[in-house]
């Protein structure tokens, strides 16, 4: 379809009496955002042989389309923003996790995610620190932060579900 509306759901990761997650909050009900064509992230060309391509995807130049402003009284977690099309749109989600910290907290535990290898194994843009087809070693040089994640189905130099927050960290924050 060419309906292009979504909406967002706020999740917080954790056991929630084996839910998995907890609703924080819900953005758009009735799938009021409007997704654009975003313009194609900026890439550092692969020009083999040159020996100085590092091969990074960096999608900063994209418009934003939606914000979620964490309230002040949010639980340092991960959490992730599930956004889902309309059924007019076809449908489907895809996740975006991140951390909200408490830099103050005087907790017993800390418990650290493992996002800078989420980003190496990430091949959004054709490159990863472990897949780079033409570029010197065959892998990038550098990755980004300011693109989107492509995991689901490995291919970025781990295995199939391996390279991403559902493989450790979803698993382990359920159990604490």
């Not at 472990?130 to 490995?154: D, M, Q």
């Amino acid at each position: 379809g060419t309906d292009k509306t979504f909406n967002i759901s706020i999740y917080r990761i954790g056991y929630y009496q084996g839910n998995g997650a907890r609703l924080i909050a819900d953005l758009g009900p009735g799938f009021t955002f409007t997704g654009i064509a975003q313009s194609p992230c900026l890439l550092d060309p692969v020009v083999p042989p040159d020996p100085a391509a590092t091969g990074l995807t960096d999608c900063g130049n994209w418009t934003v389309t939606a914000s979620w402003n964490v309230p002040s009284t949010a639980v340092s977690g991960l959490y992730i923003a599930k956004l889902t099309r309309s059924a007019a749109g076809g449908g489907g989600t895809s996740h975006i996790p991140f951390v909200v910290r408490n830099d103050g907290s005087a907790s017993t535990l800390f418990f650290k995610t493992s996002d800078a290898t989420w980003q190496a194994y990430n091949i959004y843009g054709g490159n990863s620190l472990y897949v780079g087809p033409g570029l010197s070693n065959n892998h990038g040089k550098k990755v980004s932060y300011n693109r989107p994640f492509l995991t689901r189905s490995g291919g970025g130099g781990g295995a199939a579900r391996e390279d991403w927050f559902m493989n450790a960290e979803y698993p382990m924050i359920r159990f604490l």
